[in-house]
């Protein structure tokens, strides 16, 4: 196994399964992985921004057919809204795992 090159805050957020598959690569895939990750991730506070814009959050993330029931319903007259503020962190941190889990297979794909 070799010493895991990627920035210890990106690390620790993600999946323990992805960790462990990176620390068996060489550096160099490991720096590519990173930037992948890096341009595939999302952030939470942007996800909070777009919520506040009429849920444009669901299309950040990627959830077009939620979005549009939320859309259609007018977040459910601002109560799906309000309970959306409380399930975006989670939300983002749902997406950003399975962006690492993609990330991950895509560089082993180019072996």
Same mark, same amino acid.
Request: with cysteine.
């Given at each position: 196994m070799s010493e895991i090159a990627i920035q210890e805050s990106i690390l620790a957020r993600l999946p323990a399964s992805v960790r462990d598959e990176l620390a068996t690569m060489p550096k160099e895939k490991q720096e590519k992985y990173a930037a992948l990750y890096a341009k595939r991730s999302?952030?939470? +506070?942007?996800?909070?921004? +777009?919520?506040i814009v009429y849920g444009l959050h669901f299309v950040y993330l990627e959830d077009i057919e939620t979005g549009v029931w939320f859309w259609l319903t007018l977040g459910a007259f601002f109560v799906w809204w309000i309970i959306e503020l409380f399930r975006i962190h989670s939300k983002v941190r749902s997406y950003n795992s399975h962006a690492a889990i993609i990330a991950l297979a895509d560089?082993?794909?180019?072996?």
């Open positions: 999302k952030k939470v +506070l942007l996800a909070y921004a +777009l919520c560089i082993k794909s180019e072996e």
